[in-house]
Each structure stands twice: as C-alpha cells, then as structure tokens.
C-alpha cells in the first residue's frame, strides 16, 4: 500500500557513512526523497571529525572481508571524489617500521596480506632507505606503501552533504535533530526527533557510536554492544614537526583491531602521533576524565566487556599508563623516532571509536550491517569506514535498492 510520508528514507546520522549512503541514493534513485538527522549542529562532529585523516590503502584487512573490499575500492574512488571538487589530500604514502627483529614475521604477514588484497606497490625497505624516506626514524625492516595518503575527512562529509542536497530540493540534511523513538505502523515509521517526528517508509541506521542504541530503539536486541575506545593525540611542536615527513606506522599487535600510535601529517601540515587506545567511560567523551553514567553502566554491565577485559588486561593496563605518564608514551615514540624528547611532543585532540563487541568479548573487526523490515542498521563501521565511505554507500545503495524495492 502507497502511504504519503514527509521522506521516503530517513538516515539517521550525519557522520561520513550517512552522507555517503544518502549522497549514493540520491544519485542512483533521484526520484527517492531522503533526509539525514543529525543531533549535533553540524556533519561529521563524532568520529568522522576526530580521526587521523588517513587514507588507507587496505593492507591490514583479512582478504575477503567487507573491510578489505570497500577499503581498496573506496580510496580510489575518495580520491577521484577528491581531486572532483578540489578536497585537500595528498598521497604521500607511509612506512610501517619494524623496530626489533621479533616484529618482522608479523611485517612480513601484513605485506602478504597486503598483496592479497591489491594493494599496489608495496616494498619491503631495509634501515636505508627508511632514512632516505623518513630521516629521523629507524627501524631493522619496513614496509613501504606509496598508496597510502592524507585527506580532510570533515570537508569530504560537508562536500557529500552539498552534494546530496544539490541533487534534489526535497532532500535535506537537519542538524540539531536528534532521533529519540520509532512509532511504527505498517506501511511506514514516525521517526520522532527532538523537533518533531517525521514520518517515512525506510530508516538507515549510520549512528556509530549510538547505533545499537537505535537498533534497541526499533525494538531489536543487536549481537553486538558498542563499547567506546577513546584514542588520545599529542602534536609534534615547531620544529620537531620536521622529525616525521609523512606517515610513520608501527607494526600493530595483531590481536587487535588498532593500529598503534603512528605519527601522521595532517593536511594542515600539523604532526599528530597517536591515537591510543583505552577503554571509555564517556561515547563521546573527549576529555580523559569524561564520564557518563548511562555509557559506563551500559559498557561495564555487559559480559563481553569483561571477558575482553579478562583477556586483555595487560595491553588496557599499557595503554592507559601511557595515556597519564608523558614519560612512557615518549619511551613509546621514540621507538620509531629516537630522538624525540618530551619537550617535542603536546597534548592534542581525541578521538572516540565505535567498537562492536561481541558477547564473548570479541572485538568485531569487520563491517556488520543488519536489515530488519524497514531498517537497515550499521552496527558496526569502525576504521577504516572514511577511507571506504564511498564503496560503503554504493554498498548500502544495492541493499536498500534490494530490499526496500526502490
Ligand atoms: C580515533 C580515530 C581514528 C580514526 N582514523 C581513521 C583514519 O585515519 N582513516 C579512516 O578511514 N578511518 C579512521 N577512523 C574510522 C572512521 O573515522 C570511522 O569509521 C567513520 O568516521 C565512521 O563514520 P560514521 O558516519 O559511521 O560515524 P560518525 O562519524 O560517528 O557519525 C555518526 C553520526 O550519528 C549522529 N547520531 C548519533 N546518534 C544520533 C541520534 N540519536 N540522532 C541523530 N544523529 C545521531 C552523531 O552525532 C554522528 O554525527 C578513525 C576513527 C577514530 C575514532
């Protein structure tokens, strides 16, 4: 049955995935009327605006996942949708140093994966050329990825946001919308907002760090519980930013969905090192001493966090005394750089990542979308969902071209 609703898709969610899912939409369905809710004042004010502003190439992600798919063929597209409309960004490449011997099997593994993957030119480097490529780093191996680079992710969501809304008057991005409830009924929802409610046929669920709360909105138990790591940076002053010329990496631990605290050129020339990563008390707690009772109840009454914990404890313990003693993060950089000292290095912003974890306490590594009636819901778009935001929407596109008949 034919039922007039205010919208035809409601996102929910303007972070750089739901611009990205409505700006695909609109353009392969112009007829379909859209409107993306977002509570904050402005787009890409969570995760999408508190990230490293790395392109990824794709090398880390297990071959086959969703994660290794968009990533790959998402940066290439993020950089034509770059150059398109003039989106600063630079691929400069990056090295991932392996500072001691032990670490070299596990180089030697993500190289592999890498290849396996279509990553593009990637070399293994000896201590050499990493000083040719980066003349204050050192390490026995790395691995050199020239397609890795740099890019202003808030100005690719304002960008997306235009875009979208250029395609068709009817379509709209609402700021200060915050989505509290459904009221379904058979043949569409009220989606009921801070500002009124707004009636529609479909729902995309691109709330990141509040998507399982949406999922329990619309009445369903999600697998998974979002379960905040906030990731600390410090900023490289005056003329120690000429320490670190593009992206330096560590070898991560591979246990973790991480990446280790880099050192990353921003595209405002700025040197970040970070982020960490530990536990939060606060979803979008930027502060470290931030705290909200409803998030730690919710993140500390469930199972999976304290299996994760029980796993994990010492790696949390690491990061969260590196987080407080300026001393041992310094010890930490300075592996790669070794002649940074603690006067080289202040505190910088924070970011906070969405991570699904499991009930077992397994941290969800690949995308997880979930399609319930009228609803698609993200559960889970963790890094490097800005790199691949562009294949993510294409993705959502056929979904929801598929299952809600568009
Ligand atoms: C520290 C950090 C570093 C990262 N580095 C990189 C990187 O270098 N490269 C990369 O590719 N990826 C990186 N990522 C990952 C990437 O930033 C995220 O995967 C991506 O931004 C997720 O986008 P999103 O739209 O799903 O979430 P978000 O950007 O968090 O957007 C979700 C939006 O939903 C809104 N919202 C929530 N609840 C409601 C509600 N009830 N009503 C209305 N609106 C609501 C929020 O306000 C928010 O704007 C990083 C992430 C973090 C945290």
Not at 66 to 90: M, N, P, S, V, Y
Not at 131 to 140: H, K, L, M, N, Y
Request: some cysteine; proline content about 5%; charged content about 20%.
């Amino acid at each position: 049955m034919q039922v007039k609703t205010d919208f035809d898709i409601v996102v929910i969610g303007g972070g750089i995935v739901g611009l990205a899912c409505a700006y695909k939409i609109a353009r392969a369905h112009p007829s379909v009327r859209i409107v993306v809710l977002e509570k904050e004042g402005r787009p890409a004010a969570h995760q999408t605006g508190h990230n490293s502003g790395v392109i990824h190439s794709g090398l880390y992600y297990k071959p086959g996942s969703a994660r290794a798919a968009t990533c790959t063929a998402g940066r290439k597209e993020l950089i034509e949708f770059a150059k398109l409309h003039g989106i600063r960004h630079d691929i400069c490449g990056k090295i991932i140093v392996a500072t001691d011997a032990a670490e070299l099997p596990a180089l030697e593994r993500i190289r592999k994966n890498g290849l396996e993957n279509g990553v593009e030119g990637l070399e293994r480097i000896g201590p050499d050329r990493i000083r040719e490529i980066e003349p204050f780093a050192t390490g026995v191996a790395a691995l050199h990825v020239p397609s890795a680079g740099i890019i202003d992710f808030v100005a690719v969501a304002n960008k997306l946001a235009e875009l979208f809304q250029d395609a068709s008057s009817r379509n709209k991005v609402l700021v200060y919308h915050r989505v509290t409830g459904f009221d379904k009924h058979d043949f569409y929802t009220n989606v009921l907002t801070t500002k009124g409610a707004f009636s529609t046929r479909y729902i995309l669920n691109c709330a990141g760090l509040q998507s399982d709360r949406i999922a329990r909105m619309d009445g369903i138990d999600p697998p998974v519980r979002i379960v905040p790591f906030r990731g600390d940076y410090s900023v490289l002053n005056g003329a120690a930013a000429g320490k670190v010329r593009n992206l330096v990496y560590p070898v991560p631990n591979p246990e973790f969905p991480f990446l280790g605290v880099h050192f990353t050129r921003m595209v405002d020339g700025a040197v970040e090192c970070g982020p960490n990563a530990v536990f939060s008390f606060k979803r979008e707690g930027y502060r470290k001493t931030d705290v909200s009772f409803r998030d730690a109840w919710e993140s500390l009454s469930y199972r999976g966090t304290w299996l994760l914990f029980a796993r994990h404890w010492r790696y949390g313990l690491g990061e969260y005394a590196r987080a407080f003693r300026k001393k041992l993060l310094v010890a930490q950089l300075q592996k790669l750089v070794p002649s940074l000292t603690s006067e080289d290095i202040q505190p910088g912003k924070a970011g906070v990542r969405a991570q699904a974890l499991g009930p077992k306490g397994d941290l969800v590594d690949d995308f997880r979308i979930e399609v319930r009636g009228n609803v698609v819901h993200i559960l889970n778009a963790p890094s490097p969902a800005a790199t691949a935001s562009l294949a993510i929407g294409s993705h959502i596109n056929q979904v929801a071209t598929e299952c809600f008949g568009l």
